[in-house]
């Protein structure tokens, strides 16, 4: 993914971290994580760069499994 984008995720990502996190599993046993970002907006370019989007506000990760990953 580097390669390809030119980011490092994990300090990127890192750097953004807030101090708040949760999962939520449903009954369905999906699995959803809510964090909190120091500073959302100035994460957004590096979420734009990894995702194929479909409108500017709304986008797909274009990696499999990289939440799982993070």
């Known amino acids: ?10 300090s990127e990502f890192n750097n953004a971290l807030g101090h708040e996190f949760a999962t939520i599993t ?8 809510i964090i909190s970002l120091n500073d959302g907006s100035a994460f957004k370019p590096v979420m734009v760069n990894i995702s ?8 797909q990760i274009s990696y499999r499994k990289l939440p799982f990953f993070y």
Do not use: N, V
């Open 52 to 59: 194929q989007m479909t409108t500017s506000d709304i986008g």
């Open 26 to 33: 449903t009954r369905y046993q999906e699995h959803y994580a």
């Open 1 to 10: 993914m580097k390669a390809e984008t030119g980011l490092s995720l994990i």
